[in-house]
């Protein structure tokens, strides 16, 4: 898969209070939470981004609650990935679950925000166009590839209870 | 080669002898948690697959504990949605207003986690249940969709982390003030995918109410889950609860861990998480100069009756400080029949605190007590990120509930050996 667009860079333990504020949980339409996006890290995210564009952070991404309704309201505001030194552990299982693409990479700091991005999966690349740069995709396990392929946990899971 | 409690719990539910950390294992559960935040997802995935019935009825928790009593009509269809599920499908471990608490006090106390369970929950402090030696931990959504329909989840096994505390605590330390300690010095991160397992006299020595704060806060510093062997404390517990059989795990004498840390308790002050992370720890006589305008006494961390006996014992007599607003919530009806029975309730109301009915409310910031701009609390909660509590500029300080109680008398954070209460509580 090749996709491009901005970077919006942000810093270590971004939580999901900041990715999707609880005073929003009280509903879990998609377009609704898509709004809200960022909103206590980046009141103007939303309408800062165009589609396709990036998040870019430090550590440990997502770190807080087990809420699916943070990797929902990123898909939908129309991030294309986000692209971290390290995820939350149950961060990382909603995203592969329901079909966020999020890319581990050492080196996420060297990028800026509004840095123009290329990446490429197949190849396990990223590509800092702006500073002429290229960084290494940690590679995905091999079930998490099982899980992408299938089209998330549900279509795994229905296949599972066929065989 | 031996194992961790952790493996052999996870080795246990996929049919294996042994597992490795790394090993990705598909096993069964023994329950599956949702709330009314995470439940609707969870539910709209699950009929979206088509299936029409779910894996097992008695294996299924719904707890509408978050905006309710419903906050607003989004919140009332959010709960309608668990209702109406519940009944469709006859779940056994449904709770409704007046029967509901906050779920990580509620579920073990009704007996429905046990020693041996591997227990998931969209929520991520479902690994409080490690504290009964269940190895339990927070999923998503669909996650939890998943496993409505085969009764399964997918695990890799995680490394174990062992933490080994000893020495006799001072005054006024509690289980929340162990955790905080421990994620103070290894961050919030500091356990990211790893088993937390907590040993040594120290934690033999307390109470379940307070092992139960210990691995409510495993999240906080990244773990998968927190756990802790069971013993004659715990067996205790469970004794006047199970309603079905259970299993007793220990961990093998060379069972393999990633990291050993020692913790001395003997010289830890009860502790204050500042803002905005968990990991933002010091001891309480450093935050004497905060002033707060809310305390918060209740949540799956610290609601809890022994929570609610210390609170009492350093309000007893004393008011609340002018212009502080005391949020006191007992995390189950039964926590709150017992303060009632006790006379606890009566110290708080006599006291001026505002006595709620059982409810997460303020700690995720729902409703029940949210913070206007620039306002602080000090709260026996578990989180103190931005907004937490409300406002994206309020602040949340983290305590435990004897510090909270002594703080809303004094109008700042302190101890309470500053309002003279001097003796240990329990
Ligand atoms: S009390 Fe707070 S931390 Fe616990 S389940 Fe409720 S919202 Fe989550």
Redesign the interface.
Known sequence: MILTGKAWKYGD?I?T??II???Y????DPVELAKHCM???D?DFTKKISKGDFIVAG??FG???????AP?SIKYAGVSAVIAK?F???FY??AF??GLLILECNEADEIKTGDEIYVDTEKGEIKNITQNKIYKILPV?D?MEQLLSKG???E???D??KA | MGMTITEKILAAHCGKKEVVPGELIMADIDLALANDVTAPLAIKEFEKSGAQTVFDKDKIALVPDHFTPNKDINSAEQAKILRDFAKKHNITHYFEIGEMGVEHALLPEKGIVLPGDLVIGADSHTCTYGALGAFATGVGSTDIAACYLTGKAWFKVPESMKFIVNGKKKPFVYGKDIILYIIGKIGVDGALYRAMEFCGDTIRSLSMDSRFSICNMAIEAGGKNGIIEPDETTLNYVKQRAKRDFKIYKSDSDAKYVDIIEIDMSSVEPQVAFPHLPENTKPVSEATHITIDQVVIGSCTNGRIEDMRIAAKVLKGKKVAPYVRLIVIPATQEVYKQCLNEGLAEVFIEAGAALSTPTCGPCLGGHMGILAKGERALATTNRNFVGRMGHPESEVYLCNPAVAAASAVLGRIGSPQEIGVKEEVL
Do not use: Q, V, W
């Open positions: 333990d939580n209070d900041l504020p609880a005073r949980l009280n509903t879990s909103e206590d890290e009141p550590k440990n770190c807080g609650s087990s809420r699916e309704h929902i390290s939350a552990r149950i299982r909603n679950n329901m396990p079930f998330g946990l549900m795994y899971m229905k599972l209870k």
